[in-house]
């Protein structure tokens, strides 16, 4: 039976050997993280030095955005707004804009007249807002736009010409 008992005793007979198994313990656990934190700071290149420049250069964005010029300066046709600012709800009838091209929905606005799509588009109406959303947009691109659109709904108004084409 003793025999047994040998087989289950620990390695560590005496408090000292409990210390000194604690203070290695310590040690080899302080030793290893200071190893992850060269190793880790050890991948940072370029701002050692400290400098204001070296800094810049290593938390520069990986891309930027930079803004060009217009597409064109010139003015624009009632279609090119109308995809632009209008195509979004008039092309699938969100929020209910009467759907592009759909003459039953756009049959009761077009015999309001022209002044009164226009005035509408201006000043928004119902779920649209001031000029479709796009407050850049002078009243004489609007009349453009409205007058595109509308006569895609079957009306016959004459797109006014643009204030460069009525020189």
Known sequence: MSDAHDEHESLIKTPQQLIAVVVLSFVVFVG?????????????????DGSAEATAKAIQPVARVELGAAESTGPK????????????CHDTGAAGAPKKGDQTAWAPRIATGLEALVKSALNGKNAMPPKGGNAALTEEEITRTVVYLANQGGAKFAEPKAAEEKK
């Not at 290893?32 to 050692?48: E, M, R, W």
């Open 77 to 88: 046709t009632g279609e090119q707004i109308y995809t632009a600012s209008c195509a979004a």
């Open 32 to 48: 290893l993280a200071i190893l992850v934190a060269q190793f880790v700071s050890s991948g940072i290149k370029g701002a050692q």
